[in-house]
């Protein structure tokens, strides 16, 4: 009776631990180069760590229970980001929001950037919208983490952000286009057919327009745009337009 009772103990743990699995995202900054989140014992935050086992800080997850739940950590090449955490409620169809993590040099202080959200549906005559949105803010991870209310008010919901109080900016496609590596323009800037600067081509973006990264190649990222009109442009972007030089 007493083994059975040990070997009931053991396997509890066991298969406990077994669920209890930590994901590790590579982030490629000189500042941080790994996340990690604990799916099972403390789902609130995210480790960062700088030459892989120097953990430097911990930051809010985003995970909500019973709203969004975090899904991966990504690596943000524009100047004042570092990585964006995606959290996703399949439940709501296809909603994401997109926080971006940023560190202020001055304070040595964690930020959140930005925060942005996607939504993908069919209308009754399947009609397919997507609408990425987004809105600027300059908010100190702790302060964050301390006041449900704020971040009741920076949280946007599938149709926009809560009474209005954040006022975004968005961007509607009747094309399937995943906006996790989303970039906005800063500069206006010419896109190039090759990632080369005697590739320069006639067409050009505007400050504030909305690029999707696909690749990398040097100084030059390809990127993917849709047009007012739902047309759909490949090409390569200096990476001055994105203040995402990394070089």
Same mark, same amino acid.
């Given at each position: 009776? #007493?083994? #059975?009772?040990?070997?009931?103990?053991?396997?509890?743990?066991?298969?406990?631990?077994?669920?209890?699995?930590?994901?590790?995202?590579?982030?490629?900054?000189?500042?941080?180069? @790994?996340?990690?989140?604990?799916?099972?014992?403390?789902?609130?935050?995210?480790?960062?760590?700088?030459?892989?086992?120097?953990?430097?800080?911990?930051?809010?997850?985003?995970?909500?229970?019973?709203?969004?739940?975090?899904?991966?950590?990504?690596?943000?090449?524009?100047?004042?980001?570092?990585?964006?955490?995606?959290?996703?409620?399949?439940?709501?169809?296809?909603?994401?929001?997109?926080?971006?993590?940023?560190?202020?040099?001055?304070?040595?202080?964690?930020?959140?950037?930005?925060?942005?959200?996607?939504?993908?549906?069919?209308?009754?005559?399947? $009609?397919?919208?997507?609408?990425?949105?987004?809105?600027?803010?300059?908010?100190?991870?702790?302060?964050?983490?301390?006041?449900?209310?704020?971040?009741?008010?920076?949280?946007?919901?599938?149709?926009?952000?809560?009474?209005?109080?954040?006022?975004?900016?968005?961007?509607?496609?009747?094309?399937?286009?995943?906006?996790?590596?989303?970039?906005?323009?800063?500069? $206006?800037?010419?896109?190039?057919?090759?990632?080369?600067?005697?590739? @320069?081509?006639?067409?050009?973006?505007?400050?504030?327009?909305?690029?999707?990264?696909?690749?990398?190649?040097?100084?030059?990222?390809?990127?993917?745009?849709?047009?007012?009109?739902?047309?759909?442009?490949?090409?390569?972007?200096?990476?001055?337009?994105?203040?995402?030089?990394?070089?």
């Amino acid at each position: 009776m #007493k083994f #059975k009772l040990i070997l009931f103990i053991f396997l509890i743990v066991f298969f406990r631990n077994s669920y209890a699995e930590k994901l590790t995202f590579n982030i490629d900054h000189k500042v941080v180069n @790994k996340a990690v989140f604990d799916t099972e014992n403390n789902r609130n935050i995210i480790n960062l760590y700088h030459n892989n086992n120097n953990l430097i800080t911990k930051i809010p997850s985003f995970d909500e229970d019973g709203g969004n739940r975090f899904e991966k950590v990504l690596t943000r090449y524009d100047e004042n980001n570092l990585i964006r955490i995606i959290t996703t409620f399949s439940d709501r169809g296809y909603f994401k929001i997109y926080y971006d993590i940023g560190l202020n040099k001055d304070t040595n202080l964690y930020i959140l950037n930005k925060v942005s959200f996607e939504t993908q549906e069919w209308s009754s005559n399947e $009609k397919f919208t997507a609408k990425y949105c987004y809105s600027q803010f300059q908010i100190g991870l702790d302060e964050l983490s301390k006041n449900n209310e704020l971040f009741n008010e920076i949280r946007p919901r599938v149709d926009g952000w809560e009474n209005g109080k954040v006022k975004g900016s968005c961007v509607k496609s009747n094309n399937e286009i995943n906006y996790e590596n989303a970039y906005n323009l800063v500069i $206006k800037s010419y896109l190039f057919n090759k990632p080369n600067v005697n590739e @320069k081509t006639k067409m050009y973006l505007v400050k504030g327009d909305v690029v999707n990264l696909l690749k990398m190649n040097n100084e030059f990222y390809y990127i993917e745009y849709i047009t007012p009109k739902n047309k759909t442009i490949k090409k390569w972007l200096h990476c001055s337009a994105i203040d995402a030089c990394v070089y």
